[in-house]
């Protein structure tokens, strides 16, 4: 299958499933220098779901959930039969993994709820107005301004800012997905889930 075709019945999946998730896709973080297949955040949870399709080489994967990690509060990996063996051989017990094929999706092993989260990480995805209320001073970076976030709070804190600042991002792609969708996900549905806006690096004053 196509990557697209292994998102749309990942998505089917979930909101079959997990009624209260709210959905993104292509969501990045990190300052933008990484970039998740599919997520999905509910009470202030957030999860990651990395698509490898049959044709996908999985050499990048450990670094890729290492990321996940100091981010997400669960990960899986979503995986064709073709290549579910590849996929076992690079991630530990630890990573959730679910199977799809042309018929449906299976969940093969749930994800343990990681907590050991990085608070500049965390702090990367807030946004200049969510930024300058937590930290009053110009002239620097975003990076610089989310250093100083890091050094202020502590990591509960970060966490909480950050999951809301997610979940209210996330909110109106997904609603306006929901209406517009018909009996069945298409490409473009999926592309509706992608409109969240992306933080960059930029300079305030």
């Known amino acids: 299958m196509k990557e697209y075709e292994v998102k749309i019945k990942l998505t089917e999946y979930l909101l079959a499933n997990i009624k209260k998730n709210i959905i993104g896709s292509e969501f990045r973080f990190d300052f933008g220098a990484r970039r998740a297949d599919i997520i999905t955040i509910c009470d202030g949870i957030a999860t990651a779901f990395e698509i490898k399709t049959s044709g996908d080489n999985v050499t ?10 100091k981010y997400f509060d669960f990960c899986f990996i979503v995986c064709e039969p073709g290549n579910i063996d590849n996929v076992r051989k690079v991630i530990s017990k630890e990573i959730g993994l679910i199977m799809v094929d042309d018929m449906q999706v299976t969940l093969i092993r749930k994800s343990k709820q990681f907590k050991a989260h990085d608070k500049l990480i965390l702090a990367s995805t807030l946004n200049i107005k969510e930024i300058r209320s937590l930290v009053k001073i110009g002239k620097l970076s975003k990076m610089e301004l989310c250093q100083k976030i890091s050094e202020t709070f502590n990591l509960k804190k970060i966490r909480s800012i950050s999951r809301y600042s997610l979940e209210k991002r996330m909110k109106a792609p997904f609603e306006t997905f929901i209406n517009e969708k018909g009996d069945s996900i298409t490409r473009d549905d999926l592309m509706t889930l992608n409109r969240m806006p992306s933080h960059r690096l930029t300079f305030t004053s």
Do not use: A, V
């Not at 990048?60 to 990690?69: E, S, V």
């Open 60 to 69: 990048r994967l450990p670094q890729q959930i290492y990321g996940y990690k």
